[in-house]
């Protein structure tokens, strides 16, 4: 009985990862359409495909935590899935309890947002196995029995990004960026010391500040501090603004649009095409990408649960900074050489020593 349950459930999984790389392609790339067989996607037996996802976020913040719940909830539509069940704004403090109950609420599927709320996932995965879960947990976050992760690093993030900053800056005249986060995390600290290289590598001369808004720990959602933070900085002279954030990021850059900063959007690829705010450029890291992209190697037999599928600048086109409308020809080339040679590891040397520092390794 334990060998047929097991062939189902590899069945299963395989028949919903080609429904997830088919519908997440783009049509002019020849994939070939799946189409949906409930029945092999339902891990429960209960009759119907139900996918949950868990985010310490709110599922419509514009920035990091509503890249995931999109894509999620634009899957289930297009392949005649249930309405999946979105839990947004689960306080870390809460979050083993609150995986637990979205555990038994007859998911088929449960993707986790942030290892913010993953310190208890490794246990929760292997009592619910009959789920197939992920978790877009970070590059600190360990290879886990039963869960398909995935990572980037936020050193190649933000060298690029810092590098994209720097060349608008210096078309522009100005010299001083402030990167508004939440509390001096380790993840924060890396992603700042990468954006402060990346700056530098266009003028030496350009600076940055650092400052953090929200509550200990991973409150990016402070729009009350994020602005306070904002208006000093602007007052301070400031050119150029990261907003490092969550539910305080669309805030913070109509702040930056109406007083004319440059200003750049965190996570997802959707940035540029956006009409409500205004972004020079991307720094792409969208979780939902990583969702669509991690499931299309599992596959073609790359990637599995229990393995981590990383994102790597220069390699990965999900990840990276990218200009939007208004870069010049030679800015747009020399960004793209910058983010080669992070992907053929010239900056391996300073990304170590910028972990290394963030983390106390």
């Known amino acids: 009985m334990e060998g047929k349950v097991g062939l189902r459930r590899a069945i299963a999984v395989i028949t919903v990862l080609a429904l997830v790389a088919a519908s997440c392609g783009d049509d002019d790339e020849g994939l070939a359409t799946v189409a949906a067989e409930p029945e092999l996607a339902d891990f429960n037996s209960d009759g119907k495909v139900l996918i949950g996802v868990a985010t310490d976020g709110a599922r419509d913040d514009g920035s990091y935590y509503q ?113 508004i986060g939440c509390c001096d995390l380790n993840f924060e600290l890396e992603s700042y010391n990468a954006f402060v290289l990346g700056m530098q590598l266009v003028d030496e001369s350009f600076t940055a500040t650092y400052v953090p808004t929200g509550n200990f720990p991973f409150d990016f959602n402070n729009t009350a501090g994020a602005t306070e933070a904002y208006v000093n900085a602007l007052a301070e002279g400031a050119d150029l603004v990261v907003a490092f954030l969550g539910d305080a990021h669309g805030p913070i850059v109509e702040l930056a649009n109406a007083d004319g900063l440059i200003v750049m959007s965190s996570g ?69 050489a910058l983010n080669a040679r992070i992907g053929a590891g010239d900056f391996s040397d300073e990304i170590a020593t910028i972990v290394a520092e963030a983390f106390g390794l």
Not at 90 to 97: F, K, L, V
Not at 131 to 159: H, K, Q
């Open 268 to 336: 997802p690829s959707t940035g540029c095409e956006r009409e409500d705010l205004d972004y020079n450029f991307m720094v792409k890291y969208s979780a939902g990408d990583y969702f669509a992209a991690a499931f299309d190697e599992v596959l073609a037999g790359v990637a599995r649960e229990g393995e981590i599928r990383e994102f790597h600048v220069g390699v990965d086109d999900e990840v990276g900074a990218e200009f939007c409308d208004g870069a010049t020809a030679e800015q747009i080339d020399m960004l793209a």
């Open 67 to 179: 890249a995931l719940v999109d894509e999620v909830v634009e899957f289930s539509a297009r392949n005649g899935f249930e309405d999946p069940i979105i839990l947004d704004l689960i306080d870390p403090a809460d979050a083993d309890s609150e995986l637990e109950a979205l555990a038994q609420q007859g998911v088929d599927i449960i993707a986790v947002g942030s290892s913010a709320i993953a310190e208890g996932l490794p246990a929760i995965a292997l009592k619910y196995d009959e789920i197939f879960w992920y978790c877009n947990c970070g590059s600190s976050y360990p290879e886990t029995a039963g869960v398909m992760l995935s990572a980037d690093r936020g050193a190649e993030l933000w060298i690029s990004g810092g590098y994209a900053s720097g060349l608008l800056l210096q078309e522009s005249g100005g010299d001083r960026a402030v990167f």
